[in-house]
């Protein structure tokens, strides 16, 4: 059509009216060459550049063409034949020698034109990473029994709960033992009533990753769903390009934000709202903060028109997402909530209490935005310094809960955290991994499978991390420069082809120990998809403005290691409050191998008939003599000393203390008892060697019957007067 149209109308200017990203510039580009080939004299390309689909945008578009970038369209170019290339090779490799593996076992792979395909992408296999790591924290998780006190005192008919400074301790004795110095103490003193000034801040612009993000959060809508929505309400003129990574307005796009407000006065809804917010003696009216994206193409995604409900053609879903943006568009130029916080602590005996009040005087955003939540908590009055007699102290219980399951909404934010996609595409990955049968979404939450974890654990064991963000978003940044000309196309090509070559050619010398490493871990899991279905979503909400706990704008909490507190607040969980800030941990978390630590550090194992290893490749490792799983080297955070851990802690809770060397490594000695690998360990004054192979089977008997003669000291923390910190003293 077009070479017809051009040959029809004998063109002299090309106006090219695509999508304003870097996919549209190379839709662009494609249409030049087609043009070009015509061999048109004193042809005229240029590009109109615009973000809605209205008047005013379209004059302005006229009225400011410029030439096309080559940039952008090469940047997508790179991605695209490096995606191919990458896709195409390692799927191939994984189809054909896993295939027969998995329909053995028993296990839906996906079918393309009626063949089995074990698809691979470099975008798929990180954001299965994530969901899998999240799994495992749950299913390794132990839950801890804890002990906290709760004060209560009764003012004014109204019983008010102090919470406990040291938050909770896991020693039922100590606690106990707190609880009943502190009772020696009839009353108790407040200490201070601090009174201040407290806000709630309105939401930064809206982007695409944070669009998403809230629209899977708050009306349960997937990505996917709601990228398709927004490009439909983008069509139908009613917003902005819903495609942009920015959170901030320029200077000259913020004189046409009050228009938007004029044009939605008409609305029945927020027309109140309006005019309210354009009213100057109520000077309501702020100008949007900045948020930190901004990729200098679009403005954040924002309403343009008012949508009448009579006369509209949208759906209901389609109506949910138009009211959430313009919602959130009146909250970014809405005033701040404002209110006084009210935080009072006492003392009784040596023990601190606090419990905070808040009063709200401006809802400010918050009347126009339900997305948020921001509660009144009334106090009485308290005098500083006044003694009062407690209604009770008690020492309560609770457990330590797992994390959640991961929801789209913290996934998206990882994504867009470790570099892993664009804001165009990160729905897109999310939908394949499900659509290959990596993973499955039940409800808000996503579940690895069976397949999708025994392909992570099969690279996980060749040492070959193609499953990791770190990766992709090294090809991402490259992309970058490139798209901002610093950086040529076809160096960065080469450059990330030969890379992906040498890993390529890893995995293929490699196939059959990976075929056995998931051979293996399907074995040893044989009901491992009804488990991850029956595990229950047990960890707390970690905020309450967030149904899926992740924070704002991205800035996502969900790599937090803590424990979440089963006692119905959903805090974290806290460190025991030692003497010295500095002071290290106590024993029994340094002795954890917590499987995050075990998923990043499991290095290859060479399997053979003999339990031998190779350690000059691949790190220091042998195999556990109670259940055959790999060891590695670790190091107490505690002391420093090093011991040899079981991967499949707390599984498996087999070690061997090593001590202190100044220097460990593999020796190329081995053991004339058992042919074992030796390993040298030296100090300044001397070395010694080892053996783990067979031997430690044998040594490590005799270090059993001598520990279980141990007995385990008990440490109480008691309060120091003077220094008003904690202090140990041995039971």
Not at 22 to 42: D, P, T
Not at 225 to 252: C, F, H, N, V, W
Not at 536 to 563: F, V, Y
Not at 612 to 640: A, E, H, T, V
């Amino acid at each position: 059509n077009l070479i017809m149209i051009a040959r029809k109308y004998k063109i002299n200017t090309l106006i090219l009216w695509l999508d304003c990203d870097r996919e549209g510039e190379n839709i662009a580009f494609e249409i030049v060459e087609i043009i070009k080939s015509l061999n048109i004299n004193n042809l005229k390309i240029l590009r109109a550049t615009f973000s809605a689909i209205t008047k005013r945008d379209v004059v302005h578009a006229m009225d400011n063409l410029s030439p096309p970038n080559k940039n952008l369209s090469d940047a997508v170019e790179i991605r695209q034949k490096i995606d191919l290339i990458i896709g195409a090779s390692f799927t191939r490799i994984q189809t054909l020698t896993l295939r027969d593996v998995f329909q053995q076992k028993n296990i839906n792979i996906q079918q393309t034109n009626n063949k089995s395909v074990i698809s691979y992408g470099p975008c798929q296999f990180p954001t299965l990473n994530f969901i899998v790591e999240r799994a495992e924290k749950i299913r390794n998780f132990e839950p801890e029994e804890f002990f906290y006190l709760e004060l209560k005192i009764k003012k004014q008919d109204n019983i008010v709960v102090f919470n406990w400074e040291r938050n909770r301790i896991f020693e039922k004795i100590i606690c106990f033992t707190i609880l009943e110095k502190t009772l020696e103490e009839k009353t108790c003193k407040v200490i201070s009533v601090n009174k201040k000034e407290k806000k709630k801040y309105r939401p930064y612009p809206l982007n695409t990753v944070e669009m998403t993000k809230l629209i899977s959060r708050k009306l349960h809508i997937n990505s996917k769903e709601a990228m398709d929505i927004a490009e439909k309400l983008y069509r139908d003129g009613l917003i902005s390009y819903p495609r942009t990574e920015t959170q901030k307005y320029k200077s000259s796009e913020l004189s046409g934000l009050k228009k938007v407000v004029e044009e939605l006065k008409e609305s029945p809804i927020y027309g109140e709202y309006c005019n309210r917010l354009l009213n100057e003696r109520e000077e309501r009216y702020n100008n949007p903060k900045s948020g930190k994206g901004d990729d200098k193409a679009h403005p954040p995604i924002h309403p343009v028109k008012y949508s009448n409900e009579a006369n509209s053609n949208l759906n209901q879903k389609e109506k949910k997402v138009y009211d959430l943006i313009v919602r959130h568009f009146l909250a970014s130029i809405s005033p701040d909530a404002k209110g006084k916080e009210t935080i009072i602590v006492v003392k009784m005996g040596d023990e601190y209490f606090k419990s905070k009040g808040l009063i709200i005087e401006d809802k400010g955003y918050l009347e126009i935005y339900p997305f948020d939540y921001w509660n009144n908590s009334y106090l009485p009055d308290f005098i500083e310094g006044e003694n009062i007699l407690p209604y009770s102290l008690n020492m309560e219980k609770g457990v330590t809960t797992p994390p959640n399951f991961l929801t789209e909404s913290e996934l998206i934010g990882l994504m867009d955290k470790n570099g892993i996609g664009t804001d165009a595409t990160i729905h897109e990955h999310i939908k394949h991994i499900q659509d290959r049968g990596y993973a499955k979404r039940y409800g808000s939450i996503f579940k690895p499978t069976l397949l999708g974890t025994s392909l992570r654990y099969g690279y996980m064991g060749l040492g070959i991390e193609i499953y990791k963000p770190y990766l992709r978003a090294g090809m991402e940044k490259e992309i970058k420069d490139v798209s901002e000309g610093l950086k040529q196309k076809d160096i960065i090509y080469n450059e990330m082809k030969n890379d992906m070559l040498i890993i390529y050619d890893k995995v293929f010398s490699n196939l059959q120990r990976l075929k056995n490493y998931i051979i293996k871990f399907i074995d040893d899991n044989p009901d491992f998809d009804s488990q991850i279905l029956h595990l229950s979503n047990q960890g707390k909400r970690r905020n309450n403005n967030d149904d899926d706990g992740d924070a704002e704008n991205g800035e996502d909490n969900s790599d937090n290691d803590n424990d979440n507190d089963n006692r119905g607040n959903g805090k974290k969980r806290r460190r025991r409050i030692n003497k010295n800030k500095n002071k290290k941990k106590d024993n029994r978390n340094d002795n954890k191998c917590s499987s995050s630590n075990n998923l990043r550090n499991i290095l290859a194992i060479e399997e053979n008939n003999n339990n031998n290893f190779d350690l000059s490749k691949n790190g220091f490792i042998r195999y556990c003599p109670i259940c055959n799983n790999p060891m590695r080297l670790q190091q107490n955070r505690s002391n420093g000393c090093y011991f040899l851990g079981c991967t499949k802690y707390p599984n498996c809770k087999k070690s061997l203390n090593i001590g202190n060397p100044k220097r460990c490594e593999l020796s190329i000695k081995e053991c004339l008892s058992c042919k074992g690998k030796l390993f040298s360990i030296s100090n300044d004054q001397n070395s010694s060697f080892i053996c783990l192979g067979n031997c430690l089977k044998d040594s490590d008997n005799n270090n059993k019957s001598n520990k279980s003669k141990r007995r385990k000291k008990n440490k109480i923390y008691k309060r120091n007067n003077d220094e008003n910190n904690n202090e140990e003293i041995e039971e």
